[in-house]
């Protein structure tokens, strides 16, 4: 559990500046890509596969 608290306290803290960055250099529809881009990893490694 301590170890999920850590890791969204981190992507709180660095999320937003990262995306600010990406945004400068990228604009906004690149810079909103990046989280569209993690998603399907992260949600597929949440997901409960049967025994």
Same mark, same amino acid.
């Given at each position: ?11 709180? +803290? $660095?999320? /937003?500046?990262? &995306? ?8 906004? #529809?690149? !810079? +909103? $890509?990046? /989280?569209?881009? &993690? ?8 997901? #409960?596969? !049967?025994?």
């Amino acid at each position: 559990m301590s170890f999920v608290a850590t890791l969204g306290y981190i992507s709180f +803290l $660095i999320g /937003p500046p990262v &995306l600010g960055f990406l945004g400068e250099e990228q604009g906004l #529809r690149g !810079a +909103l $890509i990046v /989280p569209l881009g &993690l998603k399907p990893p992260i949600q597929s490694s949440t997901v #409960r596969r !049967a025994p």
